[in-house]
């Protein structure tokens, strides 16, 4: 007897730890013997690289490119990563999924009706946990970890001419990313989880509202 697989999604802005969190829970989930993978925006096989490396030419494009370029990533890992696998049983964690292209190019004018017609095809998660932070609380993590020189003008929403400081655009994008993941959370019955707290107890919040969905895949581990 064959176990569904389930798609679990972590959605949030740069740097509140999504992808930490990923990692996290994948090894938990591991170590009760369920078989996971892990995907995310920009990932595929046919795009991922592409949209990577030529990062500062993707974020001039218009909103439309963008949106379609996004989703062509995600639909080829969904054909030959996420389908497949939740077929063999597998929880596929992403690290984003259509929430954050949906959001990111509607605040920069695009139509949100059009940009989530490019998902209609795509399953809907079995738990989707959208991770915050202060925008303040964000920029500190970035001076901490020594990447607020690596900060490019989309990141920072400098193309929305928040303001002539690259900061202060940073700060103002933020609340607007904020808002409008609040918004999808609750229109969607989603989870926010605030990345205040200490890894350990945002992880042990993520695993309450993870756990409920796999716990008839979850093993006893050995001691």
Known sequence: MTTEGKLIVIEGPD?????????????????????VTIVGLARSTLLGDLIKGSNTALHQLNWRTRALLYATDLHDQ???????LMAAG???????????????????????KWIRGLYTDMPEP??????QA?????????????SLTKLNHYEAGADLALSPSITRSF????????????????????????TRSTVLEVHAEVWSQVKPTAANMLQAIKK
């Open 78 to 84: 969904y054909i030959h990563q996420i389908e497949p």
């Open 171 to 194: 700060l103002e994008y933020q609340k607007l990313l904020r808002r409008a993941f609040m918004e999808k959370a609750e229109q969607g019955g989603h989870p926010v989880i605030h």
């Open 126 to 131: 079995d738990v989707t946990v959208v991770l």
């Open 15 to 35: 740097h509140v730890g999504r992808s930490m969190h990923a990692r996290l829970l994948s090894e938990r989930l591991k170590a009760h013997g369920v078989a």
């Open 134 to 146: 202060g925008g303040r609380r964000l920029l500190n993590r970035m001076m901490y970890n020594d």
């Open 90 to 112: 597998f929880v596929v964690i992403a690290d984003r999924y259509t929430m954050t292209p949906l959001i990111r190019e509607s605040i920069r004018g695009g139509d949100e």
